[in-house]
């Protein structure tokens, strides 16, 4: 089973950026559909973006147009371009592995979702 590392959260301003990335191991990487999720202090966890095994993408309707996934499978590595944050987006960000999709499509619920990475903090300051 694929295990999965986050890296790539700071404190930044708001309207700044971060890279977040998710480095993959012990399994088939590119066999997987991947998302990005996030858990503010005091709310539940929420989706952020996906990708399909064919790089269809996905994204949450409060970072459409800022934020952009993208994988790279020779280097085993989820990515997460995170552009004009908000102070309200400081949250825990996890990435996590989908086994079972169709090679074109991601199921968004976190429930489908089959492994998580313990997170990477990103807090945003006004």
């Known amino acids: 089973q694929v295990q999965l590392v986050e890296s790539g959260g700071g404190l930044v301003q708001a309207g700044g950026s971060l890279r977040l990335s998710c480095a993959a191991s012990?399994?088939?990487?590119?066999?997987?559909?991947m998302g990005w999720f996030r858990q503010a202090p005091g709310k539940e966890r929420e989706f952020v973006a996906a990708?399909?095994?064919?790089?269809?993408?996905y994204y949450a309707d409060s970072v459409k147009g800022r934020f952009t996934i993208s994988r790279h499978n020779a280097e085993n590595t989820l990515y997460l371009q995170m552009n004009s944050l908000k102070p309200e987006e400081t949250a825990v960000y996890y990435c996590?592995?989908?086994?079972?999709?169709?090679?074109?499509?991601?199921?968004?619920?976190?429930?489908?979702?089959?492994?998580w990475g313990q997170g990477t903090q990103v807090t945003v300051s006004s």
């Open positions: 996590a592995a989908q086994s079972a999709s169709p090679s074109t499509a991601v199921f968004t619920s976190q429930r489908t979702f089959d492994t």
């Open positions: 012990g399994g088939t990487f590119s066999s997987y559909a």
């Open positions: 990708i399909s095994r064919s790089h269809t993408t």
